[in-house]
């Protein structure tokens, strides 16, 4: 599993506290090699550098030497799950729409855990309106961090395919060997439409995907360690892991 942490692009690593014990959590409990990457923040590094160095990873990991070095020996990188959450889950789609164009040598990309991604659009949604003031995400923040993040030479709107992903400008993902595709939704996030957008836009594009749905949670709950539902998604992915490797 390569996985992306949260943060708005612009905070956190893979070596604080929430993230390491949420990666360990994989690790035990999938069972997973979990390659956790520490990608290089906005506004210093702006896009594509997260990108980038999502997809420079898998190329790195895609070499045999890079792997004896640096990897357990019974890694098996023809069955290779992205994963992220918030900003996180962002990086790991466009990673892996970008990887799927890319021709590795061994690596295989099988499969997408989207952990509540962090996406945007220049029309307002009903959750973004009728949630406004929850815990974590508003309008407000959103729309500075579009501004941290996007390029400053680079004119833009909402409707970015960056940022709506599943907008009117999106990358048509039909024609491509995307993975199965699993979308975590939560009842209190301003961006619980976009995310179940997403993941009608996946169904819609004739890809495997699956929506897994905690209505009483907020952003990011699955950090909070002392949430039974945090356990609870641990299980979940394990299941979409499981039901993916049995297709084999």
């Not at 890319?102 to 659009?121: D, E, H, K, R, T």
């Not at 439409?193 to 209505?215: M, N």
């Amino acid at each position: 599993m390569v996985f992306f942490h949260g943060g708005a692009y612009i905070l956190l690593a893979p070596d604080v506290k929430i993230y390491d014990d949420v990666c360990r959590k994989f690790a035990r409990e999938l069972p997973a090699i979990v390659v956790s990457v520490d990608y290089r923040l906005a506004p210093e590094h702006r896009h594509p550098a997260q990108h980038d160095d999502g997809l420079d990873v898998l190329k790195f990991l895609d070499v045999e030497e890079n792997r004896s070095k640096w990897l357990p020996e019974n890694v098996n990188i023809s069955r290779c799950f992205i994963a992220g959450d918030s900003a996180g889950g962002h990086i790991a789609h466009h990673v892996t729409q970008r990887a799927c164009q890319f021709n590795f040598q061994q690596l295989q990309i099988i499969g997408l855990v989207a952990i509540q991604p962090f996406f945007g659009g220049e029309e307002r949604t009903d959750s973004e309106i009728r949630l406004e003031g929850t815990p974590i995400v508003s309008m407000k923040l959103t729309d500075w961090i579009w501004n941290a993040y996007m390029p400053l030479d680079e004119p833009y709107n909402r409707d970015h395919p960056i940022i709506n992903v599943s907008g009117p400008n999106g990358v048509d993902i039909s024609k491509m060997d995307f993975p199965a595709t699993m979308v975590v939704v939560v009842g209190f996030d301003e961006l619980r439409d976009r995310h179940i957008k997403y993941y009608q836009w996946l169904k819609k594009s004739g890809k495997e995907a699956y929506l897994v749905d905690y209505p009483n949670m907020f952003h990011t709950f699955y950090t909070f360690p002392e949430l039974p539902e945090s356990d609870q998604l641990i299980s979940e992915v394990k299941g979409f892991v499981h039901k993916v490797l049995d297709k084999l």
